[in-house]
């Protein structure tokens, strides 16, 4: 089995082929924590699930344990990005042992630091990294304008519908609801305007703030072939 | 009749303008699938809708079998894509007459298959086949990234909803529902959060599942461009 | 007032700046037309109302005679396109005094053709058209693609929904009421998915429907940009 | 502290490193605003929020009456645009003092120019201007187009639902209220068509009106990228 541990010019370890048995093992227990969530399952499926969720623990302790050994410097991996998401995926279910039911479901989120693993085999995503440095300083701009955006369409829709809607407009954080939905355009209809300056006002945002909520998208699809293009000429 | 029968190259059949008439065919057909599921029909109405069902399964076998007849070898049409499609087509009819009604509804779907037979005769579909092509990678990633997507926030969400409304954040399975509504900003307004946590949670998986979806599209609008600027220079 | 009348070399007549008095005409005919449908007008402002429909009408027909009047050959202006918005748009008034007030309600529909007359006077319109034809052929193509989606759609969401829904989901024409809310992502709410199968049916469906919808505006928005570079080069 | 005031080639003053700190109080006391919105809040936070408002209104009296000294002339700076708005930013809490409490209200919502404040010191929005001369021209006329389109969809909805549902397409008015919401996509779901009409007519709407809407922000996007290659080449 030693022949499959190849070290790259880092040092950084990989496994060669058990590396994708292990990306499938992560899948695999993804799936698994979603169907824990299932009310009213039966004893054995439970069971089962808390054996398999066992079995995988000790095989990403056995990798994590193995990675440690391996990296020259051990340090350059315990350190490292990886080498904190993989602690961290592994950490809850020896935490939750030891403590009781309540604070158990924080921890077991933490798990979801395991789906970060899969980004380590894909190089890939490197090329959506560059699209986005070529248009960094557009993106703190829209960011910038976004948040201003609904900040004034949270205050202004707050000054026409709170007396009408007291519950709903309540403030101007509940307000900020109403802007979000609005300005993404998901629209849930659990608060909306009643009057009609509330009404003209939504209005005016939607004209503006569809604008700087979707442009970015554009933006970024643009940038996106960009980066493809300065890879080909290369 | 024998004029109309033209063999291509690769030794498959086309019947010249009687294709047209063919695929006039298919889209009346359509038309009365979804007339046939309208409450209340009339006697005649029901018995027409019928009649018409049968000559047009009568015809479309007809074909079928010519094709079957004038392919070099037989085998190589009855084995294609499209002669899987047209056998599809024709087949619940005969099917659905020997069992009972229950599994007929079933069966009656496939005669949708019949759409997939409009797409033989165009040969454009080709371009966009192309401009998938050019940004298949970019895809993938996004598909990757968009699942992964939405199964955080259906973990999160879950997480923070499922002690307030446990009857439509249930399971994990329930919480994927409101992610697809949400980040495809249909929102339909049967499942939206109601706890603060959620609500700020919604905001942060929106202003990131918001590009994911939505930068797809764009980057299929400049690969049609792309590949139509290439078929240019041929 | 016979110096503002300019003829261009194909014949057709304009009236100089009296051509901007009348488009502003159309747009108060156009609000005045909206205030009409307010509940509860008081007397005094209904009759002010009639009355300056009275004398619009006036001046559009006085305009239209002209038209005809100057027009070489006179015809040349009847069976133009422009020449029938504008018959089109007075029309009503003179139709609706001989008849009962039922149908009359139709009638009055017809003098918002009256909003095309506002087009007669933007040139600018004509780089719209030509991005248009730029990409008809994919505009064709996604229309096509559009129309067979939104079809398989209702089908599906018919066949998972019918029994658990049979109000809402009554026939395939009400599905694809649903099809359209889903698809352009408005989702009022008024109709949506509640068994498991419609669910992930309803994710299929726009994974691949959201791209079908969204990609055309993209393709126009490039055929702009490149429409204008064309017209840059001259 | 007279080191750190920096005069530009116009005559415009700055503070140096202090600008930043004055950027950094604006945004709190946007942070403040929002709290005071919160219903019960107990008596210390809203007296601790009142001596807060105080002191940020005496700074920002400061740093106006300093800015008109400093410059030259001082009409320069008070009838300039950052000049009024930095007026308008501090005028409501004096003006209010004197008044009663129903108008206050209102007054308080001026307090917002502040956020344009904030603009002042961003040089990188000139990037977004140029942009948006780009397209100037196209997005005046996708203007029209969209109010146009909003208008005929207005009318014509009114036309189909006004008779069966009174209340809701109460007059042309209320029915641009549903086509705002639909246009956008948004869809709350507190007004959508029950006819036949009126859902056919949708769909049309939809089909026309998405691209209206969403292909100028194709346009935007691509106008950025262009303008930044502009820059590029300088």
């Known amino acids: ?7 790259d010019a880092k040092g950084r370890v990989s496994f060669g082929p058990w590396d994708l048995v292990i990306q499938g093992l992560i899948l695999v227990t993804l ?18 699930l808390r054996l398999f969720e066992l079995v995988t623990v000790g095989i990403f302790t056995g990798e994590y344990l193995l990675r440690v050994l391996l990296s020259r410097p051990p340090k350059s991996y315990v350190f490292s990005f990886y080498g904190v998401v993989d602690i961290l995926a592994i950490l809850p279910f020896y935490l939750s042992t030891g403590v009781d039911l309540r604070t158990l479901r924080a921890f077991r989120l933490l798990r979801l630091f395991r789906i970060l693993k899969l ?3 894909s190089s890939a995503i490197q090329r959506f990294h560059r699209a986005f440095l070529l248009i960094r ?9 976004a948040g201003i955006l609904l900040y004034l369409a949270a205050a202004g ?27 993404t355009t998901v629209g849930y ?4 305007p009643v009057t009609t300056g ?7 945002v939607l004209v503006v703030g569809l604008g700087v909520v979707a442009v970015p998208t ?12 300065i890879e080909d000429q290369h």
């Open 198 to 204: 509330g009404k003209v006002f939504t209005f005016l």
């Open 119 to 121: 980004a380590r085999y």
């Open 218 to 229: 554009g933006l970024f699809a643009a940038a996106l072939s960009k980066a493809r293009d």
């Open 31 to 48: 799936a698994a924590y979603a169907i824990e969530t299932l009310p009213g399952l039966s004893e054995p499926i439970t069971r089962a």
């Open 137 to 145: 300083e557009e993106m703190v701009l829209f960011g910038a304008a």
């Open 1 to 7: 089995m030693g022949s499959v541990i190849v070290r």
């Open 157 to 183: 829709i707050y000054h026409f519908e709170h007396q009408a809607q007291p519950e709903r407009f309540a403030s101007m954080f509940h307000s900020l609801w109403w802007a979000t939905t609005s300005l």
């Open 189 to 192: 209809g659990d608060v909306y």
